[in-house]
């Protein structure tokens, strides 16, 4: 389980299949979450998924939240950011540190 996957819709992430990433698509949360499920099993350690998806999944991707493997990282998508991976991050330094230094 060493592989690098992006999740979310086709414009937002086929250009980081150039670099060599696993890249998967959905436009919905419904046809996310069959999908995600299937990586977080063992297929990826790292999984990188638009906020628009994310947003549709939050119950699902806060069930892998105290797991060591997957990362699951909230991106941008092509229509902007939501500010999820940014409170995700804050969350994550929040309960590493103690307290808000972001």
Partial sequence: MDKIAVLGDRGSVLGFRAIGLDTRFAETPEEAAPI????AS???AI?????QLAAGLAEEIASYKDRVLPA??????????LGIGMSALKSAVERAVGADIL
Avoid: F, N, V
């Avoid at 995600?36 to 990586?39: A, H, M, N, Y």
């Avoid at 999984?47 to 906020?51: A, W």
């Avoid at 699951?72 to 092509?78: C, E």
């Fill in 47 to 51: 999984i990188y998924i638009t906020e």
């Fill in 72 to 81: 699951i990282i909230p991106i941008p998508g092509r229509q902007g950011s």
């Fill in 36 to 39: 995600l499920k299937k990586l």
């Fill in 42 to 44: 063992g297929e990826a």
